[in-house]
């Protein structure tokens, strides 16, 4: 059974940093390219970033870019999303999603359940 | 960047026909996905590729996609289908981004 567990979410002030983790178990972890996907309360979902199941190829939405990093331990079967300088705007549930292939162009096939983070002073 | 519109909402009576639309510019010429989302709960993928189910779909969902619109068809709604439905497509030219549209919440009745 595909498990996605996320975990670094909480509440954090406007311009600090927050590292979000995502345990992946019940795949072959480096088979797969990998996203990070948010939902801001009561809204759409939000693409924030994707990476190759080699770290080849990395994309970031406009909203996040040059503020956020993604990232990926194939040996520890883990991604991750360093995001600093946060936003009010940044607050969301962050899901970390697993691609149906080894780079990212089709459909996402599995979702964890996320973990919040929540932008204020 | 490449933009997908869905209808804010769509209602329909039990056992009738629901169809959520998603347009976006020469969307035929993409794959589209779509992702049923429960309140409290991750979205679940419905319909991959235009038209094909994951293993545990029902076969009452189902999918098309020409021109500049691709539809999400639910036949024999239930109340259990009551739920919002994103559509998803990849952007080939914005460096690969991943698109959702806004979101559509089906109502039944």
């Known amino acids: 059974e595909v498990q996605l567990v996320e975990s670094g979410g909480g509440l954090v002030q406007p311009g600090r940093s927050l590292r979000l983790s995502c345990a992946a178990s019940?795949?072959?972890?480096?088979?797969?390219?990998m996203h990070w996907v948010r939902q801001a309360p009561g809204k759409g979902l939000e693409w924030v970033s994707g990476?190759?199941?080699?770290?080849?190829?990395?994309g970031y939405a406009d909203s996040v870019k040059g503020r956020f990093t993604i990232s990926r331990d194939n040996a520890k079967n883990s991604l991750y999303l360093q995001m600093n300088s946060l936003r009010a705007e940044d607050t969301a549930l962050y899901y970390c999603?697993?691609?149906?292939?080894?780079?990212?162009?089709?459909?996402?096939?599995?979702w964890g359940q996320g973990t919040l983070v929540t932008v204020s002073s | 960047s490449y933009v997908l519109t869905q209808p804010p909402s769509v209602s329909v009576a039990p056992g009738q026909t629901a169809r959520i639309t998603c347009g976006g510019n020469?969307?035929?010429?993409?794959?589209v996905h779509w992702y049923q989302q429960k309140p409290g709960q991750a979205p679940v993928l419905v319909v991959y590729?235009?038209?094909d189910r994951p293993s545990g779909i029902p076969e009452r969902f189902s999918g098309s996609n020409s021109g500049n619109t691709a539809t999400l068809t639910i036949s024999r709604v239930e109340a259990g289908d009551e739920a919002d439905y994103y559509c998803?497509?990849?952007?080939?030219?914005?460096?690969?981004?991943?698109?959702f549209g806004g979101g559509t919440k089906l109502t039944v009745l």
């Open positions: 590729d235009d038209s």
């Open positions: 998803q497509v990849w952007d080939s030219s914005t460096l690969r981004n991943v698109v």
């Open positions: 990476i190759s199941w080699n770290s080849g190829s990395i």
């Open positions: 020469n969307i035929g010429s993409k794959s």
């Open positions: 019940g795949f072959t972890f480096d088979d797969y390219a």
């Open positions: 999603a697993k691609d149906s292939s080894s780079s990212w162009g089709l459909s996402i096939d599995y």
